[in-house]
Every structure is written in structure tokens, then in C-alpha cells.
């Protein structure tokens, strides 16, 4: 029987077209954290599984880890999320190096969802962090990055708005305010990640079955309610909260037109401590998180290591290119780009295209060879799919005379001789 | 306890210098791939094991690939290698598109090794395919653009060779003159593929036990005693032969001082049935191949279509790393790229060096800012680690007057002031 010719589920094949647009939203991203100076960073595709157990959340673990045993009984997992290897990595190195460290990568993640809208089995996910940066001034930079990266695609205050929350004043009002314990908020915290997807009535049932008092559960409707960091800042009894100041140093740098406070953002993941943040689709037909991130205290202390606080988001180009698309801000990539076609019609001319072909890429010119020799007819229809900006068909007669250049997107033919190359050079290079 | 800080054994951390390394040499390999008019694609990490059996050897699926069964008791691997998937992808379409189709890919692959020098468990390979090119032109194509790759790292004909064999021609030398059975060949084809590992006596001991007579073991040494194309051209007796007009394009394009007859190279994998070939280091400390690949005719049949030849190699980062550092060919990457580094030494500029950093980043300058206030020493000394370009150290008297852009390399220092930005955008943009 036949193999099959489908990728494995949940798995997709990019074919040219489909990678030059993940070659182009990663080139972008990668110019922009550059820009913040920000550097690359990669770590192996298999970690070994206790990695997760110590900090991803359970969902994560139970359900959606690739895990396997290998031929040496270690318990290894096909990584899930970037967040683990980079802390392990950090690690290794946070004493010796000058802080705050900046990282960026690219890895390609499985988890074993059901493949959907948005969510496939193997993603492709840009991840930014800064590790040991004062305090509260890595979450304005990371909010920086964030919005120039969208930015950098074209996408502006009218395509997303950043969601943000502090786990910080989540945690006072459920301790302080609710007089949690640990697993209540626990609990709590879980139906907050959950709530906007079952109806109010169904969150506030469960709340009363948490907190066992229906004054607390008008409380924790109370918080539910918060809209506004103006609003945020009638809870906080606190003199020592950081919240001014970060609203502050988001109006002075113009983020405060992309940010919007939302209190039932708290990010599933067990290791964020403070802010935390999603970047939303605000196109109706495609309401979802873009890109989630936020802070966290202490990453390293799996490792024995002394705290070192970091801030990261990451961005997966899935979800990404739903909303490049939902929005229209892709570019067509649909043709590859081709300075040159060089084409002969008669046996002798073979060895004249491959010299040529072999100069002009020495001078950085695309050049495809059309390989063994045809007729106009056969090239012509050839180069309709292919669509070079140029075609050359070359034979003996006018190879020792002038050849004739077409330029495809003006029709134009340019007549030169294979004497003139510079020429020839200028006139492909001119016409980019 | 605490976790392992360490990579899964036979993996590696890429830290940001050896991740500049690593993008450096598939930038060069990308850049190459395009001015040959090659486009990029990917595949899944993970494949259905059935694709491997179909195609891979026997001791790749026993002893080296990672495989597992997923949670819909799916049998499934981390692909080892990429040429059943881009035979996989190319079957879905070569119907539909223009041919021949010229693909390169970069993908992360793992393999149950044990680790050694040039030889890790997970390593990333450039894949180079054309398909569907006429007879005996995409040898000379693929060869092209392994060789254009070398000398983009500014190797050349004193670094390395390309060793050149066909099994059409080993097939007619086993089956024409040796008069092998399918067994005996294969068996005899596995014996080449070790017998430079092994002393030639153990070899012939061997051939003896294969090929049960006397006579045929020194016809056999004497094929194995081949040194050059020319002694190659004595065993042909077909008058069809496709080695003179190869080697006529081979001089055509300069590529013979690469290239090398071997015996020795038939290249383990099943699937090769035409020309083979390894890049091959030159340096005695390190004679190990580089590269390989080789034309095929029918990779397709097992997904039930009809044959398409092709020709493609890989090469690995790997064993491409040890070979430029032997070689001494690698730039310094040890340094990230930052023009500016921008700092304030006193608590109320922080917003001219937010607003200063965002400018010239929005004229594609690479900034870094100094978080938070600090003291000059503190500031000189993280730009001893770091290197920047330039410094600037902000501060509410310079704001309002000019400020000191301090040049790290020339140690010059410029006066300007922040309302003279296009001098700033030209002195740093002049200075790379």
C-alpha cells in the first residue's frame, strides 16, 4: 500500500510559499529585538521531562506533553514551551555575565492539542526575555518589544490592544481582601482564567462553592468588574505599589493608547509573579491572545540558584498570521524572487549560460538556470509560472553579438553583449 | 534536590555567541541557496515512523532514530533526517508545479548517537533537493551550490574535496563483471562502505567470504584500487555512458580541481542510485566528510506516484563547524552588534533616554538602554563588557545644552545636541 503523503496530525508542511512567510515574520521580529539589542538564543528540542514537572503547569504535563522514555530509560519530553530551557539556561550563566541578560529565539514546540483554529500540534513560537533588569523597568521594555513587533507588521492601536493584570494585586485581593488560603486562591485563580468563557452566573456559583460566603463572593464580583486601572487603584491600600509609576513610563513612551487593564487575565502558567499581559485581536470575527507574557520572580530556584527576576512574552506565529491575515497586513509571497532566467535554444550555448549564470551570482544577482536546452515557446511558458524579472534565452548567433534582455514587468528589451557585463549588472540590480 | 542545569545529553545550549554562529553560517548557506534560485521549505520534527521504514536504512530505524507511540497510538519519530519528508511534501505536488522544483530547508534532527566529536544526538542540516531537472544537469546544479557554499566561508580547493562516485557504475562493475546476486551486492556494498575503516587484508577476507572465489576478490581489489575517472572510463564498456559529458560540465565550470574519483564512497542509504558524492576536509586532523548526497530516481514510488529523479545532499553544522574552525575561517562572533548604548546618571532623565532609544531605533539604529539611574563608573563598566559602539550618558544639564556621544572604538568624544538628530542618526549610521 501507498504511505501516506499528509504530515503527521496536527502538523503542517511549509512549502516555499508558506516559509517565506514564516521567513518573513521571523526576519521582522528578529530585526526589531536587535533593535532593542536583544539576542539570539537556542536550546535542544528534547529536554528531559523533570524540567517540566518543576515549573509547567499540570494541564501542560498530563495532557499536552510529548513525553517518552529513551533508549537510555531517561524520561525526556519534546518541549512544550521555551520558558524552562530558557531559565536552565540562565542558569547556567547569570553570575558571570553582565545583567540585565536579553534573549530571543524561535523554537518549534509540540503539545498534543487537538488541532483547531489557532492551535495545531507542532508551532513555531518567538520568545523575548529579560533577566535581572531593575524593577519594574523590564516590563516596560518587554511591553516595548511586544508593540513594535506588531508594529513592525503594520499593526496599530486599531488591530490590538494589550490586556494586562498584576498578579501582585490579584494576590492582595484574594489574601487580604477574601482572606484566602493557598488553595482557595488556587481555585480562584483558576476561574478567573476561565471566566469569560462560561456565563457570570455559572463563575459566581462556583465562587460561592470556593469561598463559602456570599458577601466575599460580591467582593470577588467586585474585582471581576475592575475596568480601569483608575479602578485598580481604589483597592490598593498600599503606598509602596508600583503601579504609578509603571502607568507613568507607559504614557511617557505612547503604550498607554495599546494597553488596557483586564482582570481576568492571570495567565494559567504557575511561574509568573507580577504583571502579566496578553496581546488581543480587536477584530471581532478573531477575538484571541496574540501573544502572552509577563513577570516572574524566581525561575532559577529549581536550579539552586539565587532568585533572578525576569519579564518574557511569547508569540506564536499560528495565532500571529491568523491576525496578520484577519487584518490584510500580509504581504504576497506568493512568487519567489528571481532577478534572472537564463535559457539557451541551441546545443553549442550551454556552456555560455552556466558562465554567465556563474558571474552574475558573484555579484549577488538570483539567477536560475533553465537546465538543458528548449525552445522560446517551452521557456516562455516556463517563466510565466516562475515569473523572474528578467529573461535571457541565449544561442550561438547572438551570444557572439548582442543578446536580448526582457525585462517581464515593463516588457522592455535591453540588447547587450556579453562584453558590456557591467552593463548587464546594472541593468538587472536597477530594476529591483 | 536542585534540577540539572545541563542539556539532555547529546544536545547543546546555544548561547548567544554560539547562536551569532550558528545564524552566520545558515545565513551564508540561505544567501547561496537563493542566488541559485533554490526556495526555502520545512517539514515536521515529527513523522510517522512508516515514512522511515520505507525509505531510511536498516541502522538508522534500529539503533538511531527516536521514536514513540503518541497518545492516539500512533507510531511516530523525531525525524533523523530530512529526505523522506521533502520526498513526502514533493509527492503532494509535483503534479501541479513547474519543474524542476530547487528546495533548501534547515531543519533540527535527532539521532540515537553516542556522542562524539562531529557527532551529536540533535544537529540542525542544510538540505539541498532539486527535482524533476534533466538527466545529468542537477548532479552538476547540486555540486554548483555545495561548492558556491564552501567558498562563501572562503574555503577553497586546499580545504577541501569533493569525492565522486556512481553507483550505476559499481552496480554494472558487481552485477556485469562480478556477476553478484542481489545478496552478494548488497552485502559487497556495505563492505565498501567500511573499507577504508579497516585493513585492506580484513576487506579482501571478506570479498572472499562474499564472492566465493578467487579470481572475482581480485577484480574486486582492483576496483577498490581505481584512483581516477580515467581508470573508471577503462571498466565502461557501454558506449551510454554519462560520465564524459559530467565531466566535461565539471571542467566547463572549474569545478574539477574539487573533484575526486573515490571507489570507496557509495553513501549507505538505500536510496541513492546515481551519482554519489562527500565533501570531504583536507586538514590530516580532521579527515572527515562535511557533506554528502547523491542522485536518485524514484523516491517517490512509495507514496504510489510515478518516479521523478533527483539530486540533493546534506550538511551539517556540525561537522561544518569543526571543519572552519580547523580552518580557521570563522569571523568573531563573540561580540553581540549594538551601535549605542544610552545611560542617565540622574533620576529625572529617564524619559529623554526612553524617548532618545526609540527614535533612533525607529531609524534601524540598535540601541541599548541602561535601565535605571546609575553611577558613570558603574555605566563604563558594563560597556567593557559589552561594546557598543557608542555611549551616551544623559543627564538634565546635557539635555538642555548637548550631549557626549563617546566613540568606543576611536575613543572620540562628539558634542550634540538633541535637536540636531540627523547628525546624531548619520554619526552613528557612519560609524559601522
Known amino acids: 500500500m501507498a504511505l501516506s503523503k499528509s504530515p503527521y496530525k496536527g502538523t503542517?508542511?511549509?512549502?516555499?510559499?508558506?516559509?517565506?512567510?514564516?521567513?518573513?515574520?521571523?526576519?521582522?521580529?528578529?530585526?526589531?529585538?536587535?533593535?532593542?539589542?536583544?539576542?539570539p538564543y537556542d536550546g535542544p528540542m528534547v529536554?528531559?521531562?523533570?524540567?517540566?514537572?518543576?515549573?509547567?503547569?499540570?494541564?501542560?504535563?498530563?495532557?499536552?506533553?510529548?513525553?517518552?522514555?529513551?533508549?537510555?530509560?531517561?524520561?525526556?519530553?519534546?518541549?512544550?514551551?521555551?520558558t524552562p530551557t530558557v531559565a536552565r539556561m540562565v542558569a547556567q550563566v547569570h553570575r558571570e555575565v553582565a545583567k540585565p541578560l536579553r534573549w530571543?529565539?524561535?523554537?518549534?514546540?509540540?503539545?498534543?492539542?487537538?488541532?483547531?483554529?489557532?492551535?495545531?500540534?507542532?508551532?513555531?513560537?518567538?520568545?523575548?526575555?529579560?533577566?535581572?533588569?531593575?524593577?519594574?523597568?523590564?516590563?516596560?521594555?518587554?511591553?516595548?518589544?511586544?508593540?513594535?513587533?506588531?508594529?513592525?507588521?503594520?499593526?496599530?492601536?486599531?488591530?490590538?490592544?494589550?490586556?494586562?493584570?498584576?498578579?501582585?494585586?490579584?494576590?492582595?485581593?484574594?489574601?487580604?481582601?477574601?482572606?484566602?488560603?493557598?488553595?482557595?486562591?488556587?481555585?480562584?485563580?483558576?476561574?478567573?482564567?476561565?471566566?469569560?468563557?462560561?456565563?457570570?452566573?455559572?463563575?459566581?456559583?462556583?465562587?460561592l462553592v470556593i469561598l463559602q460566603d456570599a458577601?466575599?463572593?460580591?467582593?470577588?464580583?467586585?474585582?471581576?468588574?475592575?475596568?480601569?486601572?483608575?479602578?485598580?487603584?481604589?483597592?490598593?491600600?498600599?503606598?509602596?505599589?508600583?503601579?504609578?509609576?509603571?502607568?507613568g513610563r507607559l504614557e511617557t513612551l505612547g503604550l498607554d493608547e495599546f494597553v488596557k487593564f483586564d482582570p481576568t487575565i492571570v495567565r494559567g502558567l504557575d511561574y509568573y509573579t507580577g504583571v502579566v499581559f496578553e496581546i488581543f485581536d480587536k477584530h471581532p470575527e478573531n477575538r484571541r491572545a496574540v501573544a502572552g507574557g509577563g513577570a516572574f520572580a524566581n525561575l532559577l530556584a529549581i536550579f539552586g540558584e539565587q532568585p533572578l527576576p525576569g519579564v518574557g512574552f511569547g508569540m506564536g506565529e499560528v495565532t500571529l498570521t491568523d491576525f496578520l491575515k484577519t487584518h490584510q497586513l500580509l504581504p504576497d509571497l506568493s512568487k519567489q524572487n528571481i532577478d534572472i532566467l537564463i535559457a539557451h535554444t541551441d546545443e553549442t550555448s550551454e556552456a555560455h549560460v552556466l558562465a554567465l549564470a556563474q558571474h552574475l551570482r558573484s555579484k549577488q544577482i538570483k539567477v536560475e538556470v533553465f537546465l538543458g536546452e528548449a525552445?522560446?515557446?517551452?521557456?516562455f511558458s516556463y517563466t510565466d509560472k516562475k515569473q523572474p524579472t528578467f529573461v535571457v534565452m541565449m544561442n550561438a548567433e547572438e551570444i557572439a553579438s548582442e543578446l536580448q534582455f526582457k525585462?517581464?514587468?515593463?516588457?522592455?528589451?535591453?540588447?547587450?553583449?556579453?562584453?558590456?557585463?557591467?552593463?548587464?549588472?546594472?541593468?538587472?540590480?536597477?530594476?529591483r
Open 12 to 39: 503542517r508542511d511549509f512549502f516555499p510559499e508558506q516559509m517565506r512567510l514564516r521567513n518573513y515574520i521571523f526576519s521582522k521580529m528578529a530585526e526589531v529585538s536587535e533593535l532593542y539589542a536583544y539576542e
Open 375 to 379: 525552445k522560446p515557446k517551452k521557456i
Open 215 to 247: 458577601q466575599k463572593v460580591t467582593v470577588f464580583q467586585k474585582y471581576l468588574n475592575t475596568k480601569s486601572f483608575t479602578e485598580v487603584k481604589e483597592w490598593l491600600t498600599h503606598s509602596q505599589s508600583t503601579l504609578p509609576a509603571f502607568l
Open 104 to 207: 530571543y529565539s524561535f523554537p518549534n514546540l509540540m503539545r498534543y492539542e487537538k488541532p483547531q483554529k489557532g492551535r495545531l500540534r507542532e508551532f513555531w513560537q518567538y520568545n523575548a526575555d529579560i533577566f535581572g533588569a531593575p524593577e519594574g523597568l523590564g516590563e516596560i521594555e518587554i511591553i516595548q518589544v511586544a508593540v513594535a513587533i506588531m508594529q513592525s507588521f503594520g499593526a496599530n492601536s486599531s488591530h490590538f490592544e494589550i490586556l494586562i493584570n498584576d498578579r501582585r494585586f490579584v494576590d492582595s485581593v484574594f489574601t487580604e481582601v477574601l482572606s484566602c488560603d493557598d488553595g482557595q486562591k488556587t481555585r480562584l485563580y483558576r476561574l478567573v482564567d476561565k471566566s469569560t468563557k462560561i456565563p457570570m452566573e455559572k463563575v459566581l456559583e462556583e465562587a
Open 407 to 431: 525585462n517581464l514587468k515593463t516588457k522592455e528589451v535591453h540588447k547587450l553583449s556579453l562584453n558590456n557585463m557591467d552593463k548587464i549588472i546594472e541593468m538587472i540590480k536597477g530594476s
Open 47 to 82: 529536554e528531559e521531562l523533570d524540567l517540566y514537572r518543576a515549573k509547567s503547569g499540570e494541564e501542560l504535563i498530563n495532557d499536552q506533553v510529548y513525553k517518552f522514555i529513551d533508549r537510555g530509560d531517561r524520561e525526556v519530553a519534546i518541549r512544550p514551551e521555551m
